[in-house]
């Protein structure tokens, strides 16, 4: 009797997701020919970015009658996801969305996840494991609480896109940078648009001074330009992100890396350069070139969003090594003797407003901390559960150590 109402129960919101599903009717939207595919034919998982490194981990779900599938596109409760059978919709078990009352935890672009199929000739399913993520690229959500938002899971490499145009803006950018060093994945800068620029290299240079260690490359989709070094990035197996301001200019790099159309891409407002939006959700494709990039929507403000990794201080190495060499261990670059961090503003070798930008990014970073770890304390309260899990920068630490 039970199994019965369970099944009845199960039928009717499987017939509810896919009434509800059919009504968005969207495009496939990958360069796969997953609509083209033929009964029986399958897909190799390695051309979404599959591998060794996560098969073991797919193992120890002990999940059975389950596949492998990634997720492209986030559409709330919903997510379209590829796996050998081609692209399908797919929902969240009723036990997650349980197990995981946080919503970062739950799927989003750029996760694998494991799939049971509804039947044994259908794409589409419910998603009843969800993989250790390797990088995760998230920012604060919108509210009061201090809350972790997901924009993409597994990232390889983060590419931050900001165009050289009246919107330019260095202080905007070392927040995405604090982004990119939170999230595991390596960050490279995208100087876009450099045709509307008299003397990129300029910027390439200032842009360098903020980011030590990261690679900065102007390119131009309208004149084809830094093609050669973008595409050395995009190697098989790869997954790439695009992060940045709306109407920076993300969407039509994917496009011109992908040769065709494969995501709208929108004019920008006259006066102030600012972008309108465009893409309104995280999708991902897979280049001619082997790799897989996914396009995010551009932040009207980016707000940042740090576990307690410490991953962000990687973002100003430059100041931090020049704290070494002050004369006290605790020294705070005030007004102390043998501040080695003021002598260099002095000296013109260290912008102070890239000081500035540090200390409000620390401040910013503990207070949220500390409002994050009362909200945790809190929990545990209510619900008796141990400590949260290691954080970002401590994962990315230990995934340093298992290679070497
Ligand atoms: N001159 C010039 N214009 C460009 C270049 N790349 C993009 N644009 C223009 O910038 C505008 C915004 O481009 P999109 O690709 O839609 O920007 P986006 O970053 O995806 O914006 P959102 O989806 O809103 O986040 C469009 O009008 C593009 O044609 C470029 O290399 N040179
Ligand atoms: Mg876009
Ligand atoms: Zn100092």
């Given at each position: ?6 099944l ?7 017939k ?37 490194r ?6 120890e779900l ?27 919709w797919?929902e ?48 604060r ?11 993409a ?41 450099a045709d ?24 131009s989709?309208?004149?084809?330009l830094?093609r ?29 890396l ?8 929108q ?26 990039m ?17 991953g ?38 260290l ?17 949220q ?36």
């Amino acid at each position: 009797m039970l199994f019965a109402r369970v099944l009845f129960l199960y039928l009717l919101g499987k017939k509810q997701l896919i009434s509800e599903l059919e009504e968005i009717n969207l495009n496939s939207n990958l360069n796969l020919n997953v609509n083209t595919m033929k009964a029986n034919e399958t897909l190799d998982m390695n051309t979404l970015g599959w591998g060794q490194r996560w098969e073991k981990d797919f193992a120890e779900l002990k999940l059975a009658d389950v596949e492998p599938a990634r997720v492209v596109a986030d559409h709330g409760h919903k997510y379209r996801v590829i796996s050998k059978r081609g692209e399908g919709w797919a929902e969240l078990s009723g036990r997650l969305q349980h197990e995981l009352p946080d919503r970062s935890d739950h799927p989003a672009v750029g996760d694998w996840v494991a799939l049971r199929y509804f039947s044994i000739d259908e794409k589409d399913g419910i998603i009843h494991g969800i993989l250790p993520r390797s990088s995760r690229i998230s920012r604060r959500a919108a509210g009061s609480v201090p809350s972790e938002q997901m924009i993409a899971a597994n990232v390889d490499v983060l590419l931050l896109v900001a165009a050289l145009n009246l919107d330019f803006n260095l202080r905007r950018l070392e927040r995405y940078l604090v982004m990119a060093w939170n999230s595991g994945a390596s960050p490279v800068v995208l100087l876009s648009k450099a045709d509307l620029c008299e003397d990129p290299e300029h910027f390439v240079r200032e842009t360098e001074q903020i980011a030590p260690g990261v690679p900065v490359i102007a390119v131009s989709a309208i004149e084809d330009l830094g093609r050669a070094e973008l595409e050395a990035l995009l190697q098989p197996g790869m997954t790439i992100a695009l992060t940045g301001s709306s109407g920076a200019g993300k969407s039509t790099i994917l496009n011109w890396l992908a040769g065709e159309e494969v995501q709208l891409t929108q004019g920008i407002r006259e006066g102030d350069s600012r972008g309108r939006h465009t893409t309104t959700h995280r999708e991902m494709f897979v280049l001619p070139q082997g790799a897989v990039m996914i396009d995010t929507p551009g932040m009207r403000e980016l707000q940042l969003w740090d576990d307690g990794g410490g991953g962000w201080s990687e973002a100003f190495t430059d100041i931090e090594e020049l704290a070494l060499q002050c004369r006290f261990g605790d020294c705070r670059h005030e007004r102390e003797a043998g501040c080695a961090v003021q002598e260099a503003v002095k000296s013109g070798e260290l912008d102070r407003k890239r000081l500035d930008n540090y200390r409000k990014t620390e401040r910013e970073l503990k207070f949220q901390a500390s409002k994050e770890r009362l909200r945790q304390r809190n929990d545990r309260k209510t619900t008796g559960k141990k400590e949260a899990p290691r954080g970002k920068g401590e994962q990315r630490r230990q995934l340093g150590r298992e290679l070497e």
